[in-house]
């Protein structure tokens, strides 16, 4: 099975900021790497699937790229609300669906 | 708008099992190509994807946890359960279900239930 190792584990950064987010997989697959943010407290909410593409209703100061093996989440000006955990997973319909193991976004 | 509610017993005894149900609102649990999954977090840890099934009965399951695990859906409750059988300290989590759909996400999880706190302890 596909093991998803993100990082850093932890990010600490300032209102404004541009932060980067990677996760590698053990193995190439197609572009069904899906980005999560959580809230202390709270479910986990969708921003990107497919590596790239923003689920609607998400601020685009949020992107995504990447393939095969290594995605990135960027987070563009960061803004209060935006300090949290994030996680990647594996989203293809053939296999398990593995998350990494969360970046948590600190305030600086 | 689709909601999801999660429900369940918040104490369950060592080796007895879990059974949790996620309720659907807002929508059918026939309508549309859906999965329902099943996903667990321990205090302080990382997601955990447990499994997930499908309006027909078809379902997947992590592999760490097949051999304990049972789903099922109720279509005409518009509801969906899960079953963990020998429960240990170690499935001791918050427990939440989440819809994964096609056209919406190409089966990323776009609805979460707010999840269900569910401690394992004599």
């Known amino acids: 099975d596909i093991q998803l190792t993100q990082f850093p584990s932890f990010l600490s950064a300032s209102v404004g900021d541009t932060v980067t987010i990677t996760c590698r997989a053990s193995?190439?697959?197609?572009?069904?790497l899906a980005w999560y943010q959580q809230k202390p407290g709270k479910a986990p909410e969708l921003l990107i699937y497919?590596?790239?593409t923003l689920r609607r209703g998400v601020p685009s100061r949020f992107s995504g790229s990447g393939s095969a093996t290594a995605f990135t989440l960027t987070i563009s000006s960061l803004q209060p609300e935006d300090f949290a955990t994030y996680y990647c997973q594996q989203h293809n319909t053939n296999s398990v669906f593995p998350f990494g193991q969360g970046t948590k976004l600190e305030i600086k | 708008q689709v909601q999801l509610q999660e429900s369940g017993p918040g104490l369950v005894k060592p080796s007895q099992p879990l059974s949790l149900t996620c309720t659907v609102s807002?929508?059918?649990?026939?309508?549309?190509?859906?999965?329902w999954n099943w996903i667990r977090q321990p205090a302080g840890k990382g997601l955990e994807w447990i499994g997930r099934i499908y309006s027909t009965g078809s379902s997947n399951f992590n592999p760490s946890l097949k051999s304990r695990v049972t789903m099922s859906i109720d279509t005409s409750k518009n509801q969906v359960s899960l079953n963990l059988i020998s429960v240990t300290a170690a499935d001791t989590a918050v427990y939440y279900c989440?819809?994964?759909?096609?056209?919406?996400?190409?089966?990323?999880?776009?609805?979460w239930g707010q999840g269900t706190k569910v401690t394992v302890s004599s």
């Open positions: 497919a590596a790239s």
């Open positions: 807002g929508g059918s649990l026939n309508y549309g190509f859906y999965y």
């Open positions: 989440a819809r994964g759909g096609y056209s919406n996400s190409l089966y990323a999880f776009d609805i």
């Open positions: 193995q190439g697959f197609n572009n069904y």
